[in-house]
């Protein structure tokens, strides 16, 4: 924290997640409330997740080809006044769906090169707990929006609460053109070379990843999400089957990351590199292990300590995030963090919108507890051979760590 450009990074994450998970809230119990629908809500929920699948591989190579600060400012305006237009009262849902789509997209471009320019501005284990921070961020942010942004849903409308946090995005940009210094674009550094293709990037950067088995296994484990954030996308009907609201289902929504918070404090402050890295496959599986009680029909409160249970679990995705980015290439790392999260979020909105469906001819709970068990069983089959990897990753973590130094 004593970095000044990290604080600016740190300041424009928060506000930009902060508003997406604000965003998030008030643009499904908008939909819940006009359609009373569980799968038009997991549709709009799924929306989230798409510009990501849809943008992830391709526009994730500008924070390689292009200056990072750059990318970052005009993502983050770009951003703001199209969540700013979701707001205007009176539009179809159709028209909403359109607009949410097209303000998650610059996601894509800004969340590579924060990523990227992250290794840039700290290294090492300095980087370690700076991506800790920023992970954490990310979590206390999911809180803030999803609760806040249920409270405002309940306070005001969710027309008002759009067009309010467009600013956030806004704000998001004028930090990072403040705080953090320009640097010229990473594929060009040194010699000046004709910049690649967009393509040429996607196809080097994927055979990068899927062939390397470190990067392979942590990319999967990142995608394991698909399974325990099914209850995510179930929030708005869950606290309908017991009787709560927007503020029941921002309180859902939010367990997770209320876990995470506590978890990763505890897994990259007090435990040591190795056994922290060793630990991911463990973690893996308990993080699923939690949606097997949904078969007891908990209530609210209960469902909020379960998730946040699973939320502590999955807190090894802070670990498995940063040994990723420091196990790849430097002039690559855009790509390859996009890359991921593309995957990523197509894991999560495949699995709100497949659990979305199945809860409209079956019980929710049923729903929950079958993506528990499938999550479980495929964490295991990764968690057996990352015991294998778990060594060979972190002397690679190591071996960025001095290569920076």
């Known amino acids: 924290m004593a970095v000044r450009e990290f604080r600016a990074i740190w300041v424009a994450h928060a506000l930009s997640m902060s508003g997406g998970y604000l965003l998030s809230i008030a643009v499904s119990a908008l939909v819940y409330d006009r359609t009373g629908s569980a799968l038009a809500t997991g549709l709009t929920m799924a929306l989230t997740f798409l510009p990501q699948i ?16 750059r990318v970052i400012v005009v993502s983050e305006v770009a951003r703001g006044l199209l969540v700013a237009s979701i707001g205007i009262p009176g539009l179809p849902i159709p028209v909403i769906w359109v607009l949410l789509f097209c303000s998650i997209l ?21 980087y370690v707990a700076g991506s800790a921070i920023i992970n954490i961020t990310s979590q206390v942010g999911t809180l803030i929006g999803l609760v806040a942004g249920g409270a405002l849903v309940a306070l005001l409308d969710p027309h008002a609460t759009v067009l309010i946090d467009g600013l956030a995005f806004l704000l998001s940009a004028l930090v990072i053109a403040v705080g953090v210094r ?21 196809r080097e950067g994927t055979l990068l990843v899927f062939r390397d088995s470190r990067l392979r296994s942590l990319a999967l484990f990142g995608w394991l999400a698909g399974f325990y954030m099914v ?9 309908s089957e017991v009787g709560g609201g927007a503020a029941a289902a921002g309180l859902i929504m939010a367990g997770p990351s209320i876990g995470a918070v506590l978890g990763g404090l505890v897994l990259t402050r007090l435990v040591s590199p190795g056994p922290r890295v060793r630990l991911v496959g463990l973690l893996a599986v308990a993080a699923s292990l939690p949606l097997l009680a949904w078969v007891l029909h908990p209530p609210l409160w209960a469902m909020v300590a379960l998730l946040a249970l699973s ?33 990523l979020q197509a894991a999560q909105g495949t699995g709100i919108v497949l659990a979305s469906l199945a809860a409209e001819f079956v019980d929710k709970y049923a729903v929950v507890t079958v993506a528990g068990a499938l999550g479980a069983v495929a964490a295991v089959a990764l968690a057996v051979p990352w015991s294998r990897l778990a060594p060979e990753t972190l002397r690679g973590m190591e071996g960025a760590g001095s290569a920076a130094g």
Do not use: K
């Open 54 to 69: 849809v943008g992830g591989p391709l526009l994730s190579g500008l924070a390689d080809l292009f200056p990072r600060r």
């Open 106 to 126: 610059p996601t894509v471009p800004f969340s590579a090169a924060r990523a990227a320019l992250m290794t840039d501005i700290v290294q090492g284990e300095r």
């Open 182 to 202: 320009a640097r010229p674009a990473p594929i060009t550094e040194g010699g000046g070379a004709r910049r690649p293709s967009l393509w040429t990037l996607t």
């Open 231 to 239: 209850p995510y996308g179930l929030a708005n009907p869950l606290a």
């Open 311 to 343: 939320g502590m679990c999955s807190s090894y995705q802070f670990v498995a995030n940063a040994a990723f980015m420091l196990c790849v290439p430097s002039d690559g790392r855009g790509l390859a963090f996009g890359l991921v999260a593309a995957g």
